[in-house]
């Protein structure tokens, strides 16, 4: 069952307020902690993730920070969860021992290609 869990939840709105800064300005854990009112440390998990997935970039020294990879309009909230998350499901049939004969499959297949559509058109472009 997909849950947006807290990680999912900070990634986002440290992207976004990432994005919200002008023409790719670097900007330290800290102060996108200090902004969102997040814990420091965990965020810097986070963005370890997102880092690792190519959704960030990680400048080291004195003055580093954070900064997009891509711009904003190529980055949609489907890149930055399943970055966070790994996939995303909307509910367990896949490992149901019922699903060959469950007559609710086809809604819930129908319902989580729905979602994904969703999270995939949203860009984080359209959010700043």
């Known amino acids: ?19 919200s800064k002008k023409g790719g300005d670097i900007v330290h854990v800290r102060k996108i902690a200090e902004s969102q009112n997040v814990p420091e440390y965990f965020l ?7 880092t690792r997935n190519g959704i960030i970039h990680s400048i080291r020294g004195n003055k580093g920070g954070f900064r997009l990879s891509r ?13 966070v998350e790994g996939p995303l499901n909307f509910n367990d049939c ?8 469950c007559k609710l499959k086809p809604v819930w297949d129908e319902s989580m290609k729905k979602m994904l559509e969703v999270l995939k058109k949203h860009k984080i472009a359209d959010v700043v």
């Open 1 to 19: 069952m997909f849950k947006l869990s807290r990680a999912g939840e900070y990634a986002l709105r440290g992207v976004v307020y990432i994005a």
């Open 71 to 83: 711009p904003p309009k190529k980055i949609s909230v489907y890149d930055i969860l399943t970055a």
């Open 44 to 50: 810097t998990k986070v963005f370890s993730r997102l």
């Open 94 to 101: 896949f490992i149901c021992k019922n699903s060959r004969k």
